[in-house]
């Protein structure tokens, strides 16, 4: 069965950082594209990044190109989500997904967590 997990939100001021991580299991991790959406109250899912498998490939929404970094560590079967810079905006919930359709199509992918919270104060 797969699982997948995420950490890392919290409350922080504008302007500061985070790092959130997501864990999975039950599946090949290298073989696997991730990806992050976030969901506002009130608003639609956004596709925030995707990375491909190998990690040569990486998409950003333009609302958080040069703020957020993804990153992967497939020995730890761990994908990050370094966010600088953070702003009100930010808020969300934040999930993780996972699958094998190709790494653009974050929307298909059929893996996803339960999300972290992460609250961004002005």
């Known amino acids: 069965q797969v699982q997948v997990v995420e950490s890392g939100g919290g409350l922080v001021q504008a302007g500061g950082s985070l790092r959130l991580s997501c864990t999975a299991s039950?599946?090949?991790?290298?073989?696997?594209?991730v990806g992050w959406f976030r969901q506002a109250p009130g608003k639609e899912r956004e596709g925030v990044s995707c990375?491909?498998?190998?990690?040569?490939?990486?998409y950003y929404a333009d609302s958080v190109k040069g703020r957020f970094t993804i990153s992967r560590d497939n020995v730890k079967n761990t994908v990050y989500l370094q966010m600088n810079s953070l702003k009100p905006g930010d808020t969300a919930m934040y999930c993780c997904?996972?699958?094998?359709?190709?790494?653009?199509?974050?929307?298909?992918?059929?893996?996803w967590g339960q999300g972290t919270q992460v609250t961004v104060s002005s």
């Open positions: 997904a996972a699958d094998r359709v190709d790494w653009w199509l974050l929307p298909r992918y059929a893996y």
């Open positions: 039950g599946l090949t991790f290298a073989d696997v594209n």
């Open positions: 990375m491909s498998w190998s990690g040569d490939s990486t």
